[in-house]
């Protein structure tokens, strides 16, 4: 399975910014957006089961990021609303091993996105 991250950008601190995740090929698996700052550890940011059931938020962007999916169309979705400059990151998406449960551990997620570049300005 590949996967495709878009929709990174350079917005204002207070902005929106929409990431869409294309996978090659259905991922009946959770899949999850992870970032990782300039200087910083590499941390879960949002993860949604195969079916939508059930999301976790990683506490800074609880109330304002959305994890969606579209299995249709093999795709997640990041909404991203209030923008803060410590957004700023490479945000990659993953699917990974788990269907039920979305897991919050890198190890679980076995393919990886290529990233797309969040900067947030203030």
């Known amino acids: 399975v590949q996967l495709q991250a878009s929709g990174g950008g350079l917005v204002q601190a207070g902005g929106s910014l929409r990431l869409s995740c294309i996978a090659s090929?259905?991922?009946?698996?959770?899949m999850g957006w992870f970032r990782q700052a300039p200087g910083k550890e590499h941390e879960i940011v949002a993860a949604i089961n195969w079916d939508s059931s059930n999301t976790y938020y990683a506490e800074p962007v609880k109330g304002r990021f959305t994890i969606s999916r579209d299995n249709a169309k093999n795709t997640v979705y990041l909404q991203m609303n209030s923008l803060k400059p410590d957004d700023t990151a490479v945000y990659y998406c993953a699917t990974g091993t788990t269907r039920w449960i979305p897991s919050t551990r890198r190890e679980d997620y076995y393919y990886w996105g290529q990233g797309t570049l969040v900067t947030v300005s203030s």
């Open positions: 090929a259905f991922s009946s698996y959770a």
